[in-house]
């Protein structure tokens, strides 16, 4: 998949809590590169927003935050994608899981594509069999 076919998570995830931060003031960042991260499935993008549209109804740090913690999963999985824990009982070896830390959150991605690809991003109180389409 080309890069510009991405389906990049950046911004505005909850429609009306877009931020500004200038550079220098608590929460600025340095560079934009977690813009340029993107979760390639439709799946797994979608999930995503659905999670954070739930937590930011009650607790919109928590939202940011877990957005936060999948950009930088996910950049982690990308620079060292075997990292990720294999789950033959769930699915083939080329697909690995990783735990979100702090969340109740699973990335589900392609080890074997080149980049990565996160497929899912699944609570994990689900019933990850019938979840997971692999």
């Known amino acids: 998949m080309a890069r510009k076919e991405a389906l990049l998570?950046?911004?505005?995830?909850?429609?009306?809590?877009?931020?500004?931060?200038?550079?220098g003031e608590p929460g600025a960042r340095r560079?934009?590169?977690?813009?340029?991260?993107?979760?390639?499935?439709r799946g797994a993008q979608r999930e995503?927003?659905?999670?954070?549209v739930w937590i930011a109804d009650?607790?919109?740090?928590?939202a940011d935050a877990?957005?936060?913690a999948a950009m930088a999963a996910?950049?982690?999985?990308?620079?060292?994608p075997k990292l990720g824990r294999v789950r033959l009982e769930l699915a083939p070896e080329r697909y690995r899981f990783?735990?979100?830390?702090?969340?109740?959150?699973?990335l589900?991605?392609?080890a074997g594509a080149e980049p990565p690809i996160i497929l899912r991003f699944v609570h994990q109180s689900r019933d990850l069999p019938a979840a997971l389409d692999l």
Do not use: T
Not at 58 to 62: L, S
Not at 74 to 80: I, K, L, P, S, T
Not at 98 to 106: D, E, N, V
């Open 9 to 23: 998570i950046c911004g505005d995830l909850v429609p009306g809590r877009r931020r500004r931060v200038a550079v």
């Open 31 to 41: 560079d934009q590169s977690h813009c340029d991260l993107a979760l390639k499935a």
């Open 48 to 52: 995503l927003r659905e999670a954070v």
């Open 58 to 62: 009650d607790n919109p740090a928590g």
């Open 66 to 68: 877990l957005v936060a």
């Open 74 to 80: 996910a950049r982690r999985r990308q620079a060292r």
């Open 98 to 106: 990783w735990s979100l830390r702090g969340f109740p959150y699973l």
């Open 108 to 110: 589900v991605y392609d």
